[in-house]
């Protein structure tokens, strides 16, 4: 059972470049989740999705786009990379009953920009 | 915006002993949950425990258990009988509907 997988596990961009991340979940799970993390921080919600074709902006969606066109994939779009987007990405998923139910993490896409 | 607030930045504890991380929280919600996450070296996010605001009763899960208290929006982590194996960030988590904010953090130290 894989869960949650992201790729690439370690990139590198230069300033204004774009990239996508890729998270699929085979939890057939209907809510998914991106996650910055800098250094020495907590986790900020960038962007969330409830279902397939349906998303929303969290704390911190500038700079970043998503779509969800399947229960399983949920990518991210950085469009004219900046320093400042350089952070652990992590995408999460969870069955979203109802309640809030726990979130099942991947392993993180560090990314660095230069 | 919710709020999570972690004072402890780092602490440790002898292999064997307890410790208790702290957790405070600030939300205008009636309807939350509350969560600990740990992140060791690998960086992977693994859930803790939960506890779901209405409840009374503290959560526990084996060595982990929790002490709640709402009126002051308080939170904190008790490990019992401390492992190598938990060194690690240790996260606070809560939610307003579907989105969570997190604490900044608590680096467990585990002395052999």
């Known amino acids: 059972n894989a869960g949650v997988t992201q790729t690439p596990k370690f990139r590198i961009l230069k300033i204004g470049q774009s990239m996508t991340l890729q998270c699929t979940q085979d939890m057939n799970h209907n809510y998914m989740y991106w996650y910055r993390q800098d250094p020495g921080m907590g986790l900020k919600l960038i962007y969330y999705?409830?279902?397939?074709?349906?998303?929303d902006k969290g704390e911190v969606p500038n700079g970043y786009n998503v779509s969800r066109s399947t229960t399983e994939d949920f990518p991210l779009r950085l469009e004219l990379a900046a320093p400042s987007q350089t952070s652990v990405y992590f995408c999460?998923?969870?069955?979203?009953?109802?309640?809030?139910?726990?979130?099942?993490f991947g392993p993180g896409t560090r990314l660095l920009v230069l | 915006a919710q709020t999570v607030t972690q004072s402890q930045p780092e602490m440790s504890v002898q292999e064997a002993e307890t410790v208790t991380l702290s957790c405070t929280y600030d939300?205008?919600?009636?309807?939350?949950?509350l969560f600990w996450y740990k992140q060791p070296p690998s960086r992977q996010m693994i859930l803790v425990i939960r506890q779901e605001a209405y409840k009374q009763q503290n959560a526990t899960e084996n060595r982990f258990s929790v002490n709640f208290q709402k009126a002051a929006k308080s939170f904190s982590l008790k490990i019992s009988d401390s492992q190598l194996g938990d060194a690690a960030m240790y996260f606070c988590?809560?939610?307003?509907?579907?989105?969570?904010?997190f604490g900044t953090g608590t680096s467990l130290t585990v002395i052999p």
């Open positions: 939300t205008s919600e009636s309807d939350y949950y």
């Open positions: 999460a998923s969870s069955r979203g009953q109802g309640a809030p139910e726990t979130q099942y």
């Open positions: 999705s409830v279902g397939a074709g349906i998303t």
């Open positions: 988590a809560t939610n307003t509907g579907n989105q969570f904010y």
